[in-house]
Structures are given as structure tokens and as C-alpha cells.
């Protein structure tokens, strides 16, 4: 079975760092591209970060420059370091692992990050 385990969230001030993490099992986790995602309260959830099979990463416009997605394939774990955090990046965090040869789809249960002001 495929199991994405998400970690390390909590509450902090704005201005603060977080880093996220997500432990993957039951796939081939060198080769899958791995992504996170966020889901505000009333909102679509929206792609943050992603980092390919190769270390090529991509971020939305909102994050650029604050956040780093990284990935350890020794460990099965992607990561996703958040700092200078704002109140609209409060959300639930949600990994994601794409099959590479039809795109499909793996998610987490998602783990809540919230920024006070």
C-alpha cells in the first residue's frame, strides 16, 4: 500500500520558519516527482512547490523566494522549508507523489500550518 506520512506542522508567528516534512512508502520513491499543496479554509487547494525525479524544482508565485522544496532519497522523504511566513499561508499541507509513466496521483492526510499575526 501507498502511505504519504506528513510531519512537522504546527503554529508560528508570521515572520517565522517551519520546515514540513513527508515520508513516503510502497512506491519507487527515486523516481516519482513529489509535490506539496495547500488548502486554506473556503479555498481551492492550490500547487506550492514541486521537485521532479531529477532535483529540477518549481514554485507558485506566492512562495517564491520563502519557501524550498527539497528531497532525500536515502530517506523516502521530500521537504518543504517555509520561512518568513505569513497569516495567508496558513493552510493544511498536503504531499503529493506522481506516478511518472501516467501522472497518477498519490496524497497524504495533509497537516495544518497556521501563521498567527
Known amino acids: 500500500q501507498v502511505e504519504l506520512v506528513e510531519s512537522g506542522g504546527g503554529l508560528v508567528q508570521a515572520g517565522g520558519s517551519l520546515r514540513v516534512s513527508c515520508a513516503a512508502s510502497g512506491i519507487n520513491f527515486a523516481i516519482y516527482a513529489m509535490g506539496w499543496y495547500r488548502q486554506a479554509p473556503g479555498k481551492q487547494r492550490e500547487l506550492v512547490a514541486t521537485?521532479?525525479?531529477?532535483?529540477?524544482?518549481n514554485y507558485a508565485d506566492s512562495v517564491k523566494g520563502r519557501f524550498t522544496i527539497s528531497r532525500d532519497n536515502a530517506k523516502n522523504t521530500v521537504y518543504l522549508q517555509m520561512n518568513s511566513l505569513k497569516p495567508e499561508d496558513t493552510g493544511v499541507f498536503v504531499c503529493n507523489a506522481k506516478q511518472p509513466w501516467n501522472s497518477y496521483n498519490y496524497w497524504g492526510q495533509g497537516i495544518q500550518v497556521t501563521v498567527s499575526s
Open positions: 521537485i521532479t525525479s531529477s532535483g529540477s524544482t
